[in-house]
């Protein structure tokens, strides 16, 4: 039998009231007793509803109210798990009150509820992450608002919360429900030290921290802390993508989806080479592509008027070696120490893409750099830039081709670019260096996979689940290729003929097509992989030059000088964001979440789903799956008249 | 009694239909009518075998062009010209004339397979991979036009009257299946899409080959641009892998191996209608030896159905021979010591791999009749 009732616009704070004064007096809760009287006696059925988030927002208010009048809690929690805990407690609430009085545990009472003629529906709720087993309860009913003064006495209640949710706990230790309390009594002597020695983030190290133990014992310390085993769950395993694309939401798949959670502790500040995104080679990216584009206006004829030294050129340029040298440690660095960390960000489909960036970025300091560093590039140079591209190519163009998950009607992204882009670069480098077949060996190679790219990308499938919804400083990245291409190809022929002009027509297309729209790219959350999205803006302007000293007139050099003043003041305000991010917010470099996800999602998420329910808990999973996130899945049970 | 305030929306979840299950149920219901084989060793040689058979004799024919090729070659480097000088020619007109035979044997088979279980050819027909390889006898015969010896076609015109019977059938095949692509429901491009459509593709590009050999020009650029345009959206939906890997079984996977084929057929095409191998060429070339290593890097892909010898094992060959044509091309374009190194590698390994099939199927010539992948069956 199905029911439906539509979602009224009424605050909660006036329908929860009623519903516990209704419960209180063992009355219905608030659905038509009709179709309970006509229902079987010897059923029970579930119905799930689908709250929106606006009661869910509302329910919050609500809470904090019941926060502020005269409930005691007799528990340790951490402040910000405060209202969470308030939702777990208001809904046990409810559930007391919808089963029969008998003051019994919540599991016996679903138990007896569902040998008798009671339809109930069960809620689930985000989980909570408290750090004490039990939580006693003192409330008193009053306390649910004003507008309610039936309400009277204080039932003195106990309730069982769920055990903690670890990091890096096992599953025994979250049924058990113990506490290892050498976590909560370390001595916090010196807290950088503890932190690398901080057992949670095992999982993640090299070898599960063993690495880190053989150093920290060739260099002579003694071993004092508890060896823990890391959960078995992590080691070695693939995570599937799907996994990415249930726990991770957004446009750069960084936001975790509320329901899940993830395997390090969220509240503190993860070690330093932990949060080092890949995403950082972006940076090295921007400011090399500035140095070309500054050396191409010193030495482009249809520049000349501008009078701009070479020496801007040749600053950036040492300050983009600097900068990749000391991103490229500390990655490096990352890799030994976190490789767990690092696979992770390799199977993240967008971070896959970033993978090619510190090529790309070497690639672009060599196609800038000044004459008087070094006027002839060898040759071989090419080809030891040019293998790790490939090699990464022949595996992330065959994932997409022989399909399975990772197909690219599935992870399509605009991040994919990155991919694409650096056959182009690899191109224009070797023509420039002289070479003849290499060259249009990635250029062949780039362009088939830009073309299917392209269309996938422009496409929209609906099977596609990383394509941003609204627009973002990642679709600037449509404009690296052609613009880049078109250069390629010029070089590779020698002069900016027709397939060029085709190319950089297309890329100055899309690079207007995005610039009037650039009110909708408002109220995204700063990311150091914004860098990456600068590249294009500077890749334009420099073809535009080139495109301007084969067709010079007033309307090309203008173009030309409005595209370079465009770049060098979105890079400018993006080092300032950056340095502003750096020393006065301190949050450059956030918990990377995209990485901590868990493997499957967590068991009292189950729990909760199995709680009086014969609905399938696969449902509720499946359900957990789609997209309106902003949906939660409540299930509420509903209790026939005791008459 | 209290009524609710609320109100709560109750959505009824039946089960989650995923994406692509409802465009398979039409070729899920064809799928049904494939019987096990087992049931089919006791109907005979002629309700056995399929159009997929005439592999063989397209990987012959690649290999008579190529030994053909190789033998015509006059202005390679004396380092290499010594290797292939010494090939006999005779060599090659046994090559040819072995796939002369066995074409010329497979149809007659075929043929009574048409005439006395014309259902099954007609369930071939409708199936989304038996119906691309129908374009494989004429693809055969094609090659086998296109490689044979000087000697045959003493007359100027007989070659003419050789292939005008062959491409109509490859035009007729053509309308049908690329209207069906964007017009009808249950066919649609996005659903039907496997590796083995670009066989219609390679059908254009080799009447296209062809027929500049014989001097029409016009009708070979015609069948060039009908062929490169469906390669593109072929080529496309292909990477998109819009319904994943459901629609090929696991023991055709070497028909993978026809992403490596088109571009190579496309750069020999143009190659003819343009008269040297330019850039066009060479782009189509190099993409289809990257998409070779990336195949050749990908062993797991083929575990599956590399257990046991079936036909589907010939869908190696003649997409090395094209790449091997392609790579001779270029090496006579591009003088120089990779460019002819890299000829050689590659028709050395094309001929290794013919060779090695030739001799397992003579070996197993009773498993290769009896075990089809794909079987069709008499009902509708």
Redesign the interface.
């Known amino acids: 039998m199905e029911k439906s009732n539509d979602l009224g616009k009424d605050s909660p704070t006036e329908a929860v009231p009623s519903l516990i004064r209704s419960a209180d007096g063992h009355q219905i809760l608030g659905f038509d007793d009709d179709d309970t009287k006509q229902s079987d006696s010897n059923f029970q059925f579930m119905v799930s509803f689908q709250i929106k988030t606006q009661l869910v927002m509302e329910w919050r208010d609500f809470i904090k109210l019941i926060n502020e009048s005269a409930l005691k809690m007799a528990v340790r929690v951490a402040d910000n798990q405060w209202l969470d805990l308030i939702n777990l407690v208001v809904i046990e609430f409810l559930f007391e009150f919808f089963q029969k009085p008998s003051g019994n545990d919540i599991e016996s009472s679903s138990d007896s509820s569902s040998r008798e003629a009671t339809q109930s529906v069960s809620i689930s709720m985000p989980h909570l992450r408290l750090d004490a087993e039990r939580v006693v309860l003192k409330d008193e009913v009053e306390a649910a608002g004003n507008d309610s003064p039936e309400n009277s006495g204080t039932h003195e209640v106990k309730f069982h919360s769920e055990p903690i949710i670890m990091g890096g706990g096992t599953d025994d230790q979250t049924v058990a429900g113990k506490t290892p309390e050498h976590r909560l009594i370390l001595p916090v002597k010196n807290p950088r030290l503890d932190e690398f020695k901080d057992n949670r983030y095992n999982s993640f190290k090299t070898w599960s921290g063993r690495l880190e133990r053989q150093l920290s014992t060739l260099r002579g310390k003694p071993r004092n802390e508890p060896e823990i085993n890391p959960p078995q769950n992590l080691q070695g395993e693939t995570l599937s993508v799907d996994r990415y694309f249930d726990a991770l939401e957004g446009p750069e798949l960084e936001t975790l989806r509320p329901q899940e959670e993830i395997m390090l502790p969220e509240d503190k500040k993860w070690p330093f080479l932990l949060r080092f995104p890949i995403s950082s080679f972006g940076i090295c990216l921007g400011v090399s592509s500035q140095a070309i584009m500054w050396k191409n206006l010193a030495s482009t004829a249809s520049t000349h008027f501008l009078h701009i030294s070479l020496r801007v050129n040749y600053t950036l340029w040492c300050i983009s070696i600097l900068l990749f040298a000391v991103v490229a440690v500390t990655y490096l660095l990352k890799v030994i120490f976190y490789f767990e960390a690092v696979r992770r960000e390799y199977y993240h489909p967008i971070r896959v893409n970033f993978f090619f960036a510190p090529w790309i970025a070497l690639l672009f300091l060599a196609i800038g750099v000044p004459d008087s560093v070094m006027r002839k590039l060898p040759h071989s140079l090419w080809y030891v830039l040019m293998t790790p591209i490939f090699c990464l190519e022949l595996k992330i163009y065959g994932q997409w081709m022989s399909g399975g998950q990772r197909r690219l009607s599935k992870v399509a992204n605009p991040s994919n670019h990155l991919s694409v882009v650096g056959n182009f670069v690899g191109a224009l480098l070797g023509a420039t260096m002289g070479l003849k077949e290499g060259p249009i060996f990635f250029f062949a190679v780039g362009l088939a996979h830009y073309t299917v790219l392209f269309v996938t990308l422009y496409q929209r499938l609906p099977t596609n689940e990383t394509l941003p919804k609204e627009l973002h400083p990642v679709f600037f990245l449509f404009v690296a290729a052609p613009s880049v291409a078109s250069m390629a190809w010029a070089k590779i022929n020698g002069s900016f003929d027709y397939g060029s002009r085709l190319a950089y027509f297309i890329a100055l297309f899309l690079y207007f097509s995005l610039a009037v729209r650039v009110n909708f790219f408002r109220g995204f959350k700063f990311s150091l992989a914004w860098w990456a999205y600068t590249f294009p803006m500077t890749g334009a302007a420099i073809s535009t030059i080139r495109y301007s000293s084969e067709v010079s007139n007033v309307v090309t050099k203008a173009l030309s000088l409005i595209l370079s003043t465009v770049a060098t003041v979105t890079v400018t305000g993006l080092l300032i964001t950056t340095i502003l991010h750096a020393f006065v917010l301190r949050d450059l470099f956030p918990n990377d979440i995209g990485i901590a996800i868990s493997d499957r999602k967590s068991k009292t998420q189950k729990k909760w789903y199995h709680r009086g329910t014969c609905g399938s808990a696969k449902d509720a999973e499946h359900q957990g799956k789609t997209r309106n996130s902003g949906e939660k899945e409540v299930r509420i049970p509903v209790i026939h008249p005791a008459n | ?13 039946s089960s ?1 239909t995923k ?2 299950k409802q465009p398979t149920t039409t070729i899920g219901r064809k799928q049904s009518a494939i019987k096990t084989p087992s049931k089919r060793s006791q109907q005979g040689v002629i309700a056995t075998i399929n159009a997929g058979y005439f592999r063989i004799c397209m990987s012959l024919g690649g290999q008579a062009l190529l030994w053909k090729t190789l033998s015509e070659k006059t202005d390679i480097s004396p380092t290499f010209g010594n290797l292939f000088t010494k090939i006999p020619s005779t060599a090659f007109f046994l090559i040819w004339s072995l796939a002369v035979c066995i074409f010329v044997s497979l149809s007659i088979l075929y043929i009574l397979r048409c005439i006395f279980h014309f259902k099954m050819v007609k369930s071939e027909f409708h199936h989304h991979v038996g119906v691309n390889y129908l374009f494989a006898p004429w693809i055969s015969w094609l090659l086998l036009l296109r490689s044979a010896p000087s000697f045959i076609f003493p007359h100027k015109y007989s070659y003419e009257y050789v292939w005008w019977p062959l491409i109509v059938p490859v035009i007729a095949l053509d309308l049908k299946i690329y209207g069906q692509w964007f017009t009808t429901e249950k066919r649609f491009l996005s659903m039907v899409a496997n590796p083995t459509s670009q066989m219609s593709v390679i059908g254009n590009l080799v009447g296209a080959h062809a027929a500049i050999k014989m001097g029409w020009k016009e009708s070979g650029i015609c069948l060039f641009t009908l062929g490169m345009t469906h390669y ?1 959206v072929v ?2 939906t ?5 319904s ?2 459901n629609h090929l079984p696991s023991r055709l996977r070497p028909v ?1 191996f026809l ?1 490596v084929a088109t571009p190579s057929m496309a750069a020999l095409a143009w190659k003819s209608i343009n008269g040297n191998f330019d ?1 066009l060429c ?3 070339f ?2 289809s ?2 998409l070779f ?3 050749a ?2 062993p797991v ?1 083929f575990k599956k159905s590399l257990k046991s010898f079936s036909v589907a094992w010939w869908a190696f060959s003649f997409p090395l021979s094209f790449l091997a044509l392609a790579s001779t091309a270029y090496a006579q374009q ?1 003088k120089g010591v ?2 002819n190194g890299l000829a050689l590698i590659l028709s050395t390994i094309s001929v290794l791999v013919f060779v090695f099939l030739l001799v397992c199927s003579t070996l197993k010539i009773d498993s290769l009749l009896r075990n089809p992948v794909l079987s069709f069956s008499d009902e509708n």
């Open positions: 009694m209290v009524h609710p305030e609320i109100g709560l929306e109750v959505v009824i979840d989650i994406h692509h593109l080529f496309i292909l990477y998109q892998r819009l994943g890997n993978f992403f850039m060479k782009m189509l190099f993409l030896l990257f290593t990336s195949l890097s990908r892909l591009v990779t460019a």
